[in-house]
C-alpha cells in the first residue's frame, strides 16, 4: 500500500450545506478505493465511519436514509430541474443548527410526518416524491436565527420557483425552476450590488453522477 499525498482545491463553499466535505471525502475514498484495490462493502463501511453524509455522497441520486442517514434506500429519482442557488454573506455551522433544532424542538426526536410517510411509500412502491414532500425540518430553526433565509426562500418562489428552501443545516437557499430561461431569469432578479451573484445549475441523476465519478 502506497503512501499518497492529496491536494484538495474547495470550489463548495463552507457552512452553506452543501455537503463540501462530505463530497470531498467521498471521491477521495474512490480514488483510493480503486488504487489499493477495496471492496465496495469496505469502502461503504469507511465512509460512515468518517462521516453520516459520507456514504450518500458514493453512490449520488434520491435516496432516503435512516438512522444517522447512513443507511441508504435509493429511491426513483426526483425529476431533472434547473437550480438556481443563493449564498447569503454568512455561513451556518451544522453543530448550530442541529442545537437550534434541539431547543426549538425541546428535545423531542423528529415528529411524523407527511413527508416521512411519503418516503416510505415512495420506498415500497418505487414511485418518485412529489413536490409536497420535499421539506427541511431545520430550515424554521435556522431562519429564527437568520431572518435572511426567509426572505430569500419567498423572494425565489415570487420569481417562479416550483419549489424553494435551505440546503441542509444552511446557509444556502435553492429555488427549481422547469427551464433554464427561468431559472437564468431567476438568477438575474435575485441579482444584488454587493453579494455573490445566484448560480444557475441543474440537477442529475443517479446513472449520470455515477458516471461522472466513473464507477
Known amino acids: 500500500m502506497r503512501d499518497i499525498s492529496v491536494d484538495l482545491v474547495k470550489r463548495i463553499p463552507r457552512q ?3 455537503g463540501g466535505g462530505s463530497s470531498d471525502a467521498a471521491a477521495a475514498l474512490r480514488a483510493l478505493g480503486r488504487l489499493w484495490h477495496v471492496d465496495e462493502a469496505r469502502l461503504w463501511a469507511t465512509a460512515a465511519e468518517v462521516g453520516a453524509d459520507v456514504p450518500f455522497f458514493l453512490e449520488g441520486g ?3 436514509g435512516l438512522e444517522r442517514g447512513d443507511r441508504l434506500f435509493p429511491l426513483i429519482d426526483y425529476p431533472a430541474a434547473w437550480v438556481v442557488l443563493v449564498l447569503p454573506s454568512f ?3 451544522t453543530k448550530e443548527a442541529f442545537g437550534w433544532f434541539d431547543q426549538m424542538a ?4 423528529f415528529q411524523a410526518s407527511r413527508r416521512r410517510s411519503a418516503e416510505r411509500l415512495a420506498l415500497r412502491s ?3 416524491l412529489a413536490l409536497p414532500d420535499l421539506q427541511n425540518d431545520l430550515e424554521a430553526p435556522v431562519a429564527a436565527h437568520h431572518p ?3 426572505r430569500l426562500v419567498r ?7 416550483s419549489h424553494a428552501a435551505m440546503t441542509g443545516s444552511g446557509s444556502a437557499v435553492f429555488g427549481l425552476f422547469s427551464s433554464r430561461v427561468a431559472a437564468a431569469g ?3 432578479a435575485l441579482c444584488r450590488p454587493a453579494s455573490p451573484r445566484p448560480l444557475v445549475t441543474r440537477t442529475i441523476n443517479r446513472k449520470r453522477y455515477r458516471a461522472l465519478a466513473r464507477m
Not at 423572494?155 to 420557483?161: D, F, I, V, W
Open 186 to 188: 431567476a438568477a438575474g
Open 62 to 64: 434520491t435516496a432516503l
Open 148 to 150: 435572511q433565509i426567509v
Open 106 to 109: 425541546g428535545g423531542r426526536a
Open 126 to 128: 418505487g414511485e418518485s
Open 155 to 161: 423572494a425565489l418562489r415570487k420569481a417562479g420557483a
Open 91 to 93: 455561513g451556518v455551522s
Open 16 to 18: 452553506a450545506g452543501l
